[in-house]
DNA sequence: CTGGATCCCAAGCGATACTG
DNA sequence: CAGTATCGCTTGGGATCCAG
């Protein structure tokens, strides 16, 4: 999906692995999943996620926020007010999601000192010199 | 983690998001999930693997399975017999993170039509006339 | 308040060629 | 067989400024 066939035929693997690749992508974002963790807990307005997730950019936050929506996983309701007031939610698809991706945190939490000392461990073992550059 | 801090502080946000990103970007990468799934059926080699992924390069396929051992979810075992043989297999750790995948690709099996009803209808409402260009 | 437009750097990834 | 090295295109994403 992050580039548009190099030129010569480039065949996409079998139907299985490409419906993986496709759900992935779907949140392979760097902010998608923490948007829709925020967005869970009912309608929230656009600054309240600027403000909420900390770190995001107003211009990855839109972006984001699109393609979701985009994808029928986010809801947008704009009031015509005089300050314009914007609140998102989440479809009913993408709550199923939700809890999907709360197994993968849960799997995350368990795991997350493991694969640090795997690390650690790993490079330790073959660059230790190039640390204290 | 895709990029190292523009110059100016940025924020991580709490924690809670964090290892959110965390466990993603693990598996964010393009080959990744495939790597994972075709080596969760037992002991597979390099070559193996890059004629059953079709459409990874050899340095993917390198680079990706040096992370996901770096990340201890990938065992690497090397014979040094004459022309030489390396196995890849998962580590359990992996084999729970397998089983979460499954969990996402349900997901996106059902709702893969929902998703592309959503993106056409989406598409079709905004910019119809950048289709033919 | 909620974005869109532009600029630009850095990371991801592919192509190709070389090697123990 | 199983990589490593180099190159260059493409994409992601931050900064900044403009606008309804």
New binding site residues.
Partial sequence: ????N???S?QVADPDTCRVREVLDRV????SVQILVAASRGPI????L?RGIE????????????NLERDGLVT?T?YPTV??????GLTPVALELHETLRRLTDWAERNRGYVARARAAYDAEHQPELLDA
């Fill in positions: 999906m992050s580039q548009r190099a030129g010569t480039v392979a974002g760097k902010w307005r656009f600054t309240e600027e770190g995001i950019s107003r211009r990855m936050l839109t972006l984001t926020l699109r947008r704009v300050p314009p007031k914007v609140e998102y």
